[in-house]
Each structure stands twice: as C-alpha cells, then as structure tokens.
C-alpha cells in the first residue's frame, strides 16, 4: 500500500490538476461579425485623440497650431531632442519608483486582507470592508493641507518616499476591494487539497492562490500604478525639485508665453508609454480580469 507523503513547498498531483482545470475554462465564444465591427469603431474612436496627439507631436509648434489642423505636414523628431535637452529623466524616474514601489506594497498588504476577508473571512467582515471603502468618501483636496503640514514636520517634503507612502496609502482600499471579489472566484476545492497536502498559509497564498488569481493580480496591480503615475495633485504640492514626477512636468509646458502644443503632446506621449506597455504586457491576463472578478 503507498503512502503520500505531504510537504509545505509542493502540493500533490491531485491539487495541481485542479488548477490545471480551473485555469483552461475553453474556447471563448465568438462575437457576430456586426458586434466585431462595432467593437473595431467605438476601439478607433478611443484611440484617435491618442493618436492625434502621438502625430502632433512630430510637428514643429506652427504646424501644430494652425487652425484648422493641417496633418500632412513634415515630421520632425525636434520636439523629442528639446524633452530630452531639458532632462525629463529624473522625473520619469521618480514616477516609476514611486508608481511600481506602491504598487508591490499595495499587492503585500492587500493579498493577505482580501484572502482574510474572502477565503477565511473573519468577523464582521463587511464592516472591515465599508471602512476601507470609507476611507475613500474624503476628497483629497480636504486632506491636501493636514497631509502637508505632518510631512513638513517630519521633514519629507521634496521626498519620492512621501509620496510611495501615499500612493500605498490611497490605492490599498481599491486593491482590497478588487482582490476580495477576485479571489471569491477561487474554487474551495482547490484550497481543502492543498490543506490536504499539508500546506501552510504562505505556501497557499504564493503556490495556490497567487497562481489561480493571477488575472485579478495583474488588473488590481494595473489599476494601482496607473493611478500612482497619474497622480498630480499631491506631486505638485509636496515635491518641488528632486521628487518631482512626470504629470509636474507636464505642466512646465503651460506658460505665460503660451501653450507649446507640440512639445507638450511629446512630452505627454513619453509619459504615456510606461502605462501602454504595462498594459500591452499583461492584457491577456487583464481582460480576463476586468471581465469576471473587477466587476462581479
């Protein structure tokens, strides 16, 4: 007669067959040829003002802006040398520490609370979850002035690492919200095998669930830096010259003078780049995501 012998770092045959299955639903069903084409035009109509401003900005600031707009003029990569002239680096890269730093702290902390408020939920958890859902009734605006006045007295301001903490701060009860719906979606029968095999917490939340939830992962983890390097408020207001991101850049381009047109669209296409890519990297997983837990 054999025996099975369990172990905390790797769950049985019969537990990785349920994920297998859990993991291939099948085809997709198809849409008509109609809901393609309607799909293909409301998709072009969302993406021409991108386009329309990826093309500006290969014009010169006169072509840019004539009125009405005159695309066949000549391009021009003169736009993208003068961001660069005026060392825009430091600013996408405090956006980028700040938007994947909150956003790994914001997936730490929000896992194991959705996993507490879902697969094993605790007392009185839909009070747990209308507080993190109230923490977002307060403009950020009201709490600009109080925010400010403990970051100057704790000396942070001008700090990239102020605004991590507050990006960890804003995002988690959106993430809270998101993992606890996606990780309902988890089969319980997945979680008694792998308590049949002898695994503990952590071996279930990065070798079982983390796996199975990887569509919702990507959508909350998407959500979060996108929020975090679009923020713009407290960036401007609690960053002067070191910790300043990329949306404060932006604004360098509105001036007394006028609005350069050209070089802002530039400058606004650079910034978006991180984000298409993000999302271009992981839309498999983040359509799947939006489509059944995000909005369940």
Not at 120 to 137: A, H, N, Q, R
Request: proline residues 7%.
């Amino acid at each position: 007669m054999s025996t099975h012998t369990a172990t905390d770092a790797a769950p049985g045959a019969r537990l990785k067959k349920l994920i297998h299955r859990h993991d291939d639903p099948g085809g997709a069903p198809r849409l008509s040829p109609l809901w393609t084409f309607v799909a293909w035009l409301a998709t072009l109509a969302f993406f021409a003002p991108v386009a329309w401003m990826v093309l500006t900005s290969f014009h010169q600031e006169a072509d840019a802006a004539t009125n009405p707009p005159t695309p066949f003029v000549p391009l021009t990569f003169d736009q993208y040398k003068l961001l660069f002239s005026r060392d825009i680096t430091p600013f996408l890269l405090n956006s980028a520490m700040a938007s994947v730093i909150s956003t790994l702290l914001v997936l730490a902390l929000a896992v194991p609370a959705a996993y507490a408020l879902s697969i094993k939920p605790v007392e009185k958890w839909t009070d747990v979850m209308f507080f993190f859902l109230s923490t977002k009734f307060l403009p950020a605006i009201a709490a600009l002035l109080p925010v400010y006045l403990i970051v100057k007295d704790a000396g942070m301001l001008d700090n990239v690492w102020t605004l991590i903490i507050l990006y960890t701060a804003m995002n988690l009860p959106i993430a809270v919200w998101m993992m606890r719906s996606f990780l309902a979606e988890v089969p319980k029968e997945i979680l008694e095998a792998a308590e049949v095999d002898g695994a503990n917490l952590p071996t279930v939340l990065w070798r079982i669930v983390a796996p199975v939830a990887m569509p919702g992962l990507a959508a909350t983890s998407l959500i979060c830096f996108i929020f975090s390097w679009n923020e713009f408020m407290f960036a401007v207001n609690l960053t002067a010259t070191q910790a300043s991101t990329a949306p404060v850049f932006l604004v360098g381009f509105i001036t007394s003078e006028g609005l350069f047109l050209a070089r802002l669209c530039a400058a606004a296409t650079l910034v978006s780049l991180p984000v298409l890519i993000a999302g271009f990297a992981a839309q498999d997983k983040l359509v799947r995501g939006l489509s059944l837990g995000a909005v369940k």
